[in-house]
């Protein structure tokens, strides 16, 4: 099946009501009076958000939000995918694929969908214009549960060419962030013919082991491994878990919204606006996709006949100060076209939220070298 239907979000009031009652009688954990974060999320936190979630959140209004712009669904692989396609007024605009993570949905989107798609409209230079297409990866959000297993990055890296050779594009660029930041280099692997560039907000790029690859970093680079480390040891929690795991958690998840809201907020935190972190999860919650969107990270693990040669596509870098510190000589190991390296001291891991300017100058500029 290719063909192509369109989809428009109205969530049934019972499910609202629903939700709303199991807020109404919700059975907090207790919490040491000095644990601050020490142990995870906090107490105070989440119960400021579930206030919030009660008496103050308007779902309908952000349903309506992301019912301003065109979506659609169509089946690639036997999965379903939901995806907002936004043209831009400009005829000559770029395509562009924009590949959300965890825990965030097409939401992570909204911020920046006018100012790349219209650029004349807010400022800009009409030539940057991009034709937009942002979907919910499988087992996210309106993409709905996946119903086999092999899932994984590669796998959706195939489904998302396979998607724009049916919009039609037949060159394209691709942006991520999170675990788009992984998936939208294999777009460029698996397509180069079709795919101008890839442009992220973080290169997962790794220590390999071999102390020697070590001895040859900048004391700049050595204190970036010594954050990984402390990452991995004392956040990194979610990942094992949904790594190893994923099924275990889902069962919980599934039947309280606000312990999807906790494991979600353990990311997304106190410093972004609270009706962003709560739109992100109530997605998550609607659509039942904790357990299928956290498989995502176990197929990725599990994933067998992973790509040992290095990507060749145009590779630009946005790095946010609150974020992932990318390391170049790990990243320049597993791509060898890195043409933009663009280092900021503000913004976060959910930049096109809090440093939506930055970030959209920043796509601009590196396929603006790309576009001929």
């Known amino acids: 099946m290719t063909e192509i239907h369109e989809f428009r979000i109205d969530i049934p009031q019972a499910d609202l009501d629903d939700l709303n009652e199991r807020l ?4 907090w954990t207790d919490e040491l009076p000095d644990a601050g974060t020490d142990y995870g999320v906090s107490l105070r936190y989440l119960q400021s958000l579930v206030q919030r979630w009660r008496d103050g959140y308007d779902w309908r209004a952000w349903e ?5 712009h065109p979506q659609f669904t169509t089946t690639v692989d036997g999965q379903n995918v939901h995806f ?3 043209r831009s007024p400009e005829a000559d605009a770029t395509p562009l694929l924009l590949t959300h993570g965890w825990p965030t949905t097409i939401v992570e989107y909204l911020d920046v969908i006018g100012p790349l798609s219209d650029p004349r409209a807010h400022g800009g230079d009409p030539a940057d214009a991009f034709h937009l297409v942002i979907p919910s990866v499988p087992g996210f959000g309106f993409s709905g549960h996946t119903a086999e297993r092999g899932w994984n990055r590669y ?6 060419a396979e998607l724009m050779r049916r919009l039609g594009y037949e060159r394209y660029g691709a942006h991520g962030n999170d675990g788009g930041s992984l998936i939208s280099p294999e777009v ?9 560039g890839v442009h992220v907000t973080q290169v997962f790029s790794f220590p390999s082991g071999d102390p020697a690859e070590l001895a040859g970093l900048s004391e700049e680079d050595l204190k970036k491994v010594e954050f990984l480390r402390w ?3 004392n956040g990194g929690a979610y990942d094992k878990l949904q790594s190893t795991a994923p099924q275990t958690l889902a069962h919980a998840l599934a039947d309280s919204p606000v312990g999807q809201l906790g494991w979600n907020a353990q990311l997304l935190g106190p410093n972004l606006d609270p009706d962003y972190v709560l739109t992100n999860t109530m997605i998550y919650w609607l659509t039942n996709t904790a357990a299928s969107s956290a498989r995502l990270y176990y197929e990725d693990f599990h994933a067998a006949d992973k790509p040992a040669e290095p990507t060749t596509v145009p590779l630009g870098l946005a790095n946010f100060a609150w974020d992932f510190q990318s390391i170049r000589p790990f990243a320049e190991r597993d791509h060898k076209n890195i043409l ?5 001291d503000t913004g976060s891991h959910f930049a096109a939220h809090d440093a939506p300017d930055l970030l959209v100058d920043d796509i601009r500029g590196f396929f603006r070298w790309l576009r001929t």
């Open 155 to 160: 796998r959706i890296a195939k489904a998302w």
């Open 84 to 86: 907002l396609h936004v």
């Open 24 to 27: 109404a009688r919700v059975r």
């Open 64 to 68: 309506a939000k992301l019912n301003e």
């Open 188 to 196: 460029g692997r698996h397509d180069p013919e079709h795919v101008i």
């Open 231 to 233: 990452w991995l040891d």
């Open 340 to 344: 933009s390296w663009n280092v900021y």
